[in-house]
């Protein structure tokens, strides 16, 4: 087999044409190893606040998720502390999730809701915030109906 034949295997078949070509020592020391537990994927998705409102953790490839536990460790207001502490704990969950599998499209519970997310991306969607008062936009009262109308008021329209 030439190397470009080899590089145009499947990643499962050229690993056991590898594991095959292993020396005896080596593959006795491989087969000494415990097995490695792959890590599940977390139940829950996680929110990661942008300015222009959220993305999910579960939409986002591994590098975002990387820089904004970054971000969370690096910042020293005291007032958010512990609340960058815990977010940049749930994203180290993601991240070895997503070191085992880059491109699986996630299925779990997003706001108490069962859903499946967008497969990964370097540029995943930023939601508009929900509740509260929209991700600070805000909001206008309804125009008046007919019916709320007091024709005895003193303005005739």
Known sequence: MTREEFLELPPAVALRVLFDALDEDTTRAIAHMEKIKLPLPPKYDAMI??????????ETALEGLLYWRDKYLANNDPKYAEKDRKRAAT????IAWRECYPDAVWGGERNEQPV???????????????GGNGGGQRREAPPPQDDDIDPDSDVPF
Request: charged share 25%.
């Open 49 to 58: 606040y942008r300015q222009g409102g959220i993305m999910w953790a579960s």
């Open 91 to 94: 994203l180290d969950r993601w």
């Open 116 to 130: 499946t997310a967008r497969p990964p991306s370097k540029k995943p969607t930023v939601y508009p915030r929900t």
